[in-house]
């Protein structure tokens, strides 16, 4: 590689419950740098998820969900002889925590509640749980590993 590494960017922490992966997921939620109002969502949704699930706090269910959605594995193309085959790719934390993060903000986008902050709650719950369609996306990327296994020796 010619070029030097880039600088890793300092991420200051939400001002509610002083967490960077908070303010991660934020910026991941925010469209066209409206940054006060993707806060808001959120914010809103995890009052939201408060309401709808009394016995635990809403950001330990938000971090569940993440925690039940990050991928430890992913499949990447790779083209040997003529043949493309998908491979097995272990996966760095970053990347799991961003994929997560992308794949429940991308679900709850397609969800038919009203409201950004109910879509996002509502994915958030069922996560949680280990249902919805976040969830769903995890599992299909493992099953595709796990098929895919015996081609791991391509790896690069």
Do not use: C
Request: glycine share 4%; no cysteine.
């Amino acid at each position: 590689m010619r070029r030097r590494k880039a600088k890793k960017i300092a991420i200051l922490p939400d001002p509610k419950f002083h967490e960077q992966v908070v303010t991660k997921f934020v910026n991941n939620l925010m469209y066209s740098g409206k940054k006060s109002l993707a806060f808001k969502i959120f914010y809103e949704a995890i009052e939201l998820i408060e309401k709808k699930v009394e016995d635990t706090p809403g950001l330990e269910v938000w971090k569940k969900a993440i925690e039940n959605i990050t991928p430890s594995v992913e499949v990447r193309s790779r083209r040997v002889g003529g043949a493309t085959f998908q491979i097995p790719t272990p996966l760095r934390e970053e990347r799991k925590a961003s994929l997560a993060m992308k794949w429940l903000i991308g679900y709850a986008r397609k969800r038919n509640e009203k409201t950004m902050s109910q879509k996002l709650a509502a994915e958030i719950i069922a996560a949680s749980k280990e249902e919805g369609a976040a969830f769903k996306k995890k599992e299909d990327t493992m099953r595709m590993a796990e098929a895919n296994k015996a081609f791991s020796h391509f790896r690069f």
